[in-house]
């Protein structure tokens, strides 16, 4: 999903074996077939892209709703691996390994300012062009946090003929640190159609990889936690961080997610330990289907507060900088530079607004929906506001 990344893994791969490369797009989504270009934003364009994979009806009308249901910045990856199950619909061979490469919680794999390719669009593409997908036995995700025993379960669904599936349990590398090294133990050690190889943490670089073999079914290296203890651990880090004593070193503290403001660095430390066990749990299989929204939703909240200064506030202010100078300069207010604020300074001047705007029942439009923008981006970090590619 990172352009740089997938040019140098795609030529170590051709070394050894032949590659059919994805490349995400530079601007926007878009696909060349023959002479013409489709603009995958456009329904039109998604229409007549289907219309070139020479498909039956069926599998015409369930690969565009992949495509519809994918976030649009996504969709010409989605298109290219369309096109090329397409021929696997129509009984051609087509790869039996496929690598998810970007970044990722579990959820799919996504891009620096690149859409998100989610498990749900890949769920739908596979049952789109069903004789395609049993084709793959063999697949790497290799994102952060893409293991897990439930993730795993949603894989199998993408892959049903699946001999082997590598991910990450935790933290993976990038691309300059062992990701090559890692992809390269995985295509000698799953070459061949019906290799069923099943790795030890070794076997890759010693990197902590989960995997699944329809030999031996899910392992992984980090011993298991119950759902008690891992509830134990985020509660243990909500009640320990936020007690009634900091509360007025607003500086430091932020009431809102009840943990530290100031992250120095979003790879390391306790908020990050924090959003592993939040992934983890979200993994478990015996976490009540009830219960599961809440923690994924707070999983991806707290990748957003990880990165807020490094990441999200830039782009946040850079993305939204007419509707943000639009709605102070409603309320007669000069708009402050999201993207050189503290998360506590990002806090408070969201909090001022929404007292100001409060104050003028009969503020313009453009500010009111400002106030929304801001407490949505900015305080609730919410992913709807806030996308994947952020991050």
């Known amino acids: 999903m990172n352009p740089g990344p997938t040019r140098k893994a795609v030529r170590q791969m051709s070394a050894r074996a032949d590659v059919s490369p994805i490349f995400p797009s530079l601007s926007a989504p878009k696909i060349r077939v023959g002479r013409r270009d489709f603009d995958l934003r456009k329904e039109a364009d998604l229409r007549g892209f289907v219309q070139t994979l020479r498909l039956p009806s069926r599998g015409a009308a369930g690969v565009l709703k992949a495509l519809q249901i994918c976030d649009a910045n996504a969709r010409d990856e989605l298109a290219q691996l369309a096109q090329i199950w397409a021929r696997g619909e129509r009984g051609e061979n087509i790869p039996s390994r496929l690598v998810l490469a970007g970044h990722s919680n579990g959820d799919g794999v996504w891009g620096d300012d690149n859409g998100s390719l989610r498990l749900g669009p890949l769920l739908q593409l596979s049952r789109a062009l069903p004789r395609a997908a049993v084709q793959i036995e063999d697949a790497f995700v290799t994102g952060c946090y893409s293991g897990g025993e439930v993730t795993m379960d949603q894989y199998l669904l993408i892959f049903p003929r699946a001999k082997t599936i590598w991910a990450y349990e935790a933290q993976a590398p990038g691309v300059d640190n062992g990701a090559t090294i890692d992809q390269g133990g995985w295509e000698r050690n799953t070459r061949g159609r019906g290799a069923d190889f099943v790795p030890k943490s070794s076997a890759v670089g010693g990197k ?66 924090y959003y592993s066990w939040l992934v983890r749990l979200t993994q478990m299989k015996d976490l009540p289907a009830e219960e599961r929204p809440f923690w994924v939703e707070k999983k991806h909240q707290t990748i957003r507060l990880l990165y807020f200064s490094a990441t999200v506030a830039p782009r946040f202010a850079r993305h939204f900088e007419r509707e943000i100078r639009g709605g102070y300069g409603g309320l007669g207010l000069q708009a402050p530079d999201f993207a050189r604020m503290s998360r506590a300074q990002a806090l408070r001047s969201v909090e001022l607004y929404i007292k100001k705007l409060e104050k003028m029942p009969r503020a313009k439009p453009i500010s009111e929906q400002t106030g929304t923008l801001l407490e949505r981006g900015i305080k609730d970090l919410d992913p709807a506001i806030i996308p994947d590619g952020w991050v």
Do not use: C
């Open 208 to 273: 902590k990889i989960a995997v699944w073999s329809v030999k031996t079914g899910y392992h992984a290296t980090k011993p298991p936690l119950t759902l008690a203890e891992l509830r134990g651990k985020v509660q243990w880090m909500e009640e320990n961080f936020y007690r009634p004593a900091l509360e007025g070193k607003t500086h430091a503290w932020d009431g809102q997610w009840r943990i530290p403001i100031n992250i120095t660095d979003p790879h390391t430390g306790l908020i990050r330990q």
